[in-house]
C-alpha cells in the first residue's frame, strides 16, 4: 500500500487519486480492484447502487475528515457556533465510480474523482473495519440461540481476533438483522479493505475455490483471477487408469477470452518497462517454488496423463530448466553497440518485447512445453495467454498458482480452455503478437497458415516419427537398453519417442533380446510404485493406436509382441497397451507413415546403412534420428547426411537443454524461430536499431552530419 501524506491542516489539499477506467471479465473483479485502489489512496468504497446484471455504483463509504466544507469564521453565527470534530465523518462524498455490463464485460468508468475529505492516515480506524465477518456472524448466531449476551459475544469473539474492533451496537444490530432471517452477511459490511494478495498491485488475487468442488472445475486464469467460467460447455478429465472423473475444463467463452486478452494488454505497458532483474527474481523465486511442489505436480501429470512418476518428474525438470535459463535473462537479451560508425555518431541495437503472446499446447508434456513457452516470453517482458490441453490441464493450473506465488503482476499470465474455437481465436485476435504451438501435423499446420496470415510470429513443431539406425557393430546391451526406452517410454506418448527402428543387415539377431527386455517392463497405473508403463491418455488414443497395430498386421507386418489385451488387476477399465513389436515393416504400411503416439516399436530391415539414411529423409516428419554404431566413421557419415533436427548417436534423441534450441526440421517444424536457446530469446523480442549523435562537443566545433546513405 502506498504511504499517504496528511496534513494537519484542513484546508490543505490532498490528491486521493481514482482507480483508472478499464474492462474486468465479471462484476466481483471490477469492485475487488475499485476496492484495492480505493484503499491505496486511502478511502475505502461501498456499494451505492447494483443492479447485478446490468450496473454497479460504487462510492466513498465516509469515513474520512471534512476537507475545504468549514465555513470561515465571519460566516458562522451564534447558532452554527458548535464546530464539528475533526473526526467528524461525512454525509456524502462526490466520488463515484460506475460498472456496466457491456457485451459481456464490466467497463468501468469514473463518474466523479474528486472527494471532500482528508485521506484516511489508517484505515483500521474506519467504520468497515468494525464489520464481522461471515464466520463470525455465524458465530453470533449460534451464540444468540446459546443465551449468550452481547458483551459475552464479543469477549468470546476476541479470543481469536484480539484487533476485532466491533462493539456491543454492532453485535445488536447484526442479532437485529437474525432476527428478522437475513444471514446475507453483504448487509453487516462495506467493501472490507484488505490489501492485494501481489505486492504493489491493485488487482486482487483471490484464491481458487475450483479445487474444493468435486469434481473440480478448472478455472480461467484472468487478470490474476481464477475465474469460474460462464460456458455450460466441459470436457470431463479422466484418470487413463481408473477412469474416474480428475476434473472438469469448460470451454472459454469469447468474452472471456477477450477479458484475457484485453487483461495481458493492460498489464504489458507497466511489465515492459520493470526492471529486467526484477523479472528475474520472480522468475528464481519461481523455479523455488515449483521445487518446493514438484511432488504435487508430478502427481497430478501422472493422474490426469497417466505417465509413471519417474516420467511425471523428468517432465517437470526438464521444465524447470527452461525457468532456470530464464533466469540469466540480462546475460541472454542484450542488444550490440558500435561507436563512432561517423564523426560523432554511436548505433546501437536493443531486444524489446512484442507485447502479448500466446502458446496452445499438446497433451504429452503437461509441465514441460507450458515452460517451454511462457517462462521465456514473460521473462523477455512480454504478457502471455496460454491454452493448455484439454486433456490434461491440471498442471498448468498449478504452475500458474506458483507464478502468481512467485510475483507475476496480475494479467502477466493468463490461462484460457478449449479445443477449435479457442485457437481460432488466439489466431485471428489482432492485439497477439506471436504464437507458439506444440501439437499434431494437422493442427500445426492450420494454425501456421492462419496466424501467420494475421501478420504474427509462429513457432509450430507437429508431428513426429522418430527412427533408430542400427548398425551391426552397435553394443548390444546399451542398445537394447536404449530402444526399450525410448520406446515404450511414456507409452510412447510424446513427440520424441522412438517409433521405428532400422537395422542394418538381420533382426533376427536382436529379435529374442528385444523381446525380453520388452516383457520385463511392468504395466500399471502411472501412480503406482515401481511402473515401467502406464496407460495411453483415452480411449480414443488406445483405438487409434490398436487400429494401427492391426493395419500393420492386415498389411503383411509379423507381430512379434502383442500388448493390445493386457489387463492390469485393480485397473480393468484402464487404457493401458502393453509393449507391442512389429517386424517386416515397410515405408507404404499406414502404420509406419501415420503418427502413432502408443508403446508400439515398428523394426525394418536393410541391406546398406545409405539405404536407412534415405527411408529416414523421404518419411514426411524430421524431428530427430539416432544411430547406433561402434565406428566413428559411420557415425559422421550420419550426422552429415540424415535431414532431421535432432541427431543421437549411441543415444536416443531427448529433449535439448535451454541453451540450445529444440529443432525439427522439414514438415515437422513451420516457422522462422525454434524454441529455446538463442533462437527462443529471439522469437519473443524484436530488434529496435537507435543512431544517435550529440550537438554539443568538447571542442567548440559543431559535429558535421555525415552518415552513409544508401
Given amino acids: 500500500m502506498m504511504d499517504i501524506q496528511s496534513s494537519s491542516e484542513l484546508n490543505e489539499t490532498t490528491h486521493m487519486l481514482p482507480p483508472p477506467p478499464g474492462t ?61 470534530k475533526t473526526g467528524s465523518r461525512l454525509t456524502n462524498c462526490p466520488f463515484e465510480a460506475v460498472g456496466k455490463k457491456e457485451d459481456g464485460l464490466w467497463v468501468l468508468t469514473i463518474k466523479n474523482g474528486t472527494h471532500n475529505h482528508e485521506p484516511l492516515r489508517d484505515i483500521s480506524e474506519h467504520p468497515s473495519a468494525r464489520r464481522f465477518t461471515e464466520s463470525e456472524v455465524l458465530l453470533i448466531k449460534e451464540m444468540t440461540e446459546a443465551g449468550f449476551k452481547p458483551r459475552q459475544i464479543l469477549k468470546r469473539l476476541r479470543q481469536s481476533n484480539p484487533e476485532l474492533l466491533s462493539t456491543p451496537k454492532h453485535v445488536y444490530n447484526v442479532k437485529a438483522k437474525l432476527r428478522q432471517g437475513n444471514m446475507n ?19 486482487a488475487v483471490i484464491e481458487p475455490s475450483w479445487r474444493q468442488r468435486n469434481p473440480p472445475r478448472v478455472p480461467n486464469l484472468i487478470g490474476g ?131 502479448v503472446c500466446a502458446g496452445i499446447c499438446p497433451f504429452d508434456f503437461p509441465a514441460m512445453i507450458p515452460l517451454w513457452m511462457f517462462p521465456i516470453a514473460v521473462t523477455c517482458g512480454n504478457t502471455f495467454i496460454l491454452k493448455p490441453s484439454e486433456k490434461d490441464p491440471g498442471a498448468a493450473m498449478v504452475l500458474a498458482e506458483l507464478a502468481i506465488e512467485a510475483g507475476i503482476p496480475n494479467g502477466v499470465l493468463n490461462i484460457v480452455h478449449g479445443t477449435n474455437d479457442i485457437v481460432k481465436a488466439i489466431c485471428d485476435d489482432g492485439d497477439i503478437k506471436a504464437v507458439s504451438f506444440v501439437g499434431s501435423d494437422t493442427v500445426g499446420a492450420y494454425v501456421y497458415a492462419r496466424a501467420s496470415t494475421k501478420g504474427k510470429r509462429v513457432q509450430s513443431n507437429i508431428g513426429a516419427k522418430n527412427h533408430a539406425v542400427i548398425m551391426p557393430d552397435a553394443r548390444e546391451d546399451a542398445t537394447l537398453k536404449a530402444l526399450v526406452t525410448a520406446g515404450f517410454g511414456a507409452a510412447g506418448q510424446k513427440c520424441t519417442a522412438l517409433s521405428a527402428v532400422v537395422f542394418v543387415g538381420s533382426f533376427k539377431q536382436w529379435e529374442d533380446k528385444l523381446v525380453e527386455h520388452a516383457r520385463a517392463l511392468k504395466v500399471n497405473a502411472g501412480t503406482e510404485p515401481d511402473t515401467d508403463l502406464g496407460p495411453v491418455i483415452n480411449k480414443q488414443a488406445k483405438e487409434h493406436t490398436c487400429r494401427l497395430v492391426q493395419k500393420g498386421v492386415e498389411s503383411g507386418a509379423k507381430l512379434v509382441l502383442d500388448g493390445r489385451n493386457i489387463v492390469v488387476p485393480g485397473y480393468e477399465h484402464g487404457n493401458f497397451i502393453g509393449p507391442t513389436i512389429l517386424s517386416d515393416v515397410t515405408v507404404d ?108 562537443s568538447l571542442d567548440g566545433d559543431e559535429t558535421p552530419l555525415e552518415m552513409p546513405c544508401a
Wanted: glycine share 6%; hydrophobic share 35%.
Fill in 24 to 84: 474486468f471479465v465479471d462484476r466481483e473483479e471490477l469492485i475487488q480492484y475499485v476496492g484495492d485502489f480505493a484503499v491505496s489512496q486511502g478511502y475505502v468504497v461501498t456499494i451505492k447502487q447494483s443492479k447485478r446484471d446490468k450496473v454497479v455504483v460504487l462510492g466513498c463509504d465516509r469515513g474520512g475528515v471534512y476537507r475545504n466544507r468549514r465555513k470561515s469564521i465571519e460566516e458562522s453565527s451564534a447558532e452554527h457556533s458548535r464546530k464539528r
Fill in 225 to 355: 483471477r481464477f475465474v469460474d467460467s460462464q460456458s455450460y460447455e466441459s470436457i470431463d478429465i479422466l484418470n487413463p487408469a481408473s477412469q474416474q472423473v480428475v476434473s472438469q475444463v469448460p470451454m472459454t467463452t469469447d468474452e472471456e477470452f477477450k477479458a484475457a486478452v484485453f487483461s495481458a494488454k493492460r498489464a504489458f505497458s507497466s511489465w515492459r518497462n520493470m526492471p529486467i532483474t526484477t523479472r528475474q527474481r520472480i522468475m528464481f523465486k519461481f523455479q523455488e517454488l515449483i521445487h518446493r511442489d514438484i511432488d504435487k505436480i508430478a502427481m497430478n501429470i501422472s493422474t490426469e496423463h497417466g505417465k509413471t512418476l519417474r516420467d511425471a518428474y523428468g517432465d517437470v525438470s526438464r521444465g524447470l530448466e527452461v525457468v532456470e535459463h530464464a533466469c540469466g535473462m540480462a546475460n541472454l537479451q542484450k542488444g550490440e553497440f558500435v561507436p563512432n560508425v561517423s564523426n560523432g555518431i554511436d548505433t546501437y541495437s536493443i531486444r524489446e518485447p512484442l507485447g
Fill in 185 to 203: 452477511v453483504r448487509n453487516f459490511k462495506s467493501l472490507r479493505p484488505e490489501k492485494s494478495a501481489v505486492r504493489n498491485n491493485y488487482l
Fill in 589 to 696: 504400411m499406414e502404420c509406419y507413415k501415420e503418427e502413432i503416439l502408443g508403446p508400439v516399436l515398428l523394426c525394418m530391415e536393410v541391406d546398406r546403412m545409405q539405404e536407412a539414411i534415405n527411408i529416414v529423409n523421404s518419411n514426411k516428419y524430421g524431428t530427430g534420428a539416432s544411430i547406433f554404431t561402434t565406428s566413428s566413421a559411420a557415425a559422421r557419415k550420419f550426422q552429415t547426411e540424415v535431414e532431421v533436427g535432432q541427431v543421437g548417436i549411441n543415444v536416443p534423441i531427448s529433449v535439448s537443454l535451454p541453451f540450445s534450441s529444440f529443432i525439427s526440421s522439414r514438415p515437422s517444424f513451420v516457422g522462422d524461430l525454434n524454441f529455446d536457446g538463442r533462437a527462443g530469446i529471439q522469437f519473443y523480442t524484436q530488434i529496435k536499431t537507435v543512431t544517435k549523435q550529440w550537438a554539443d
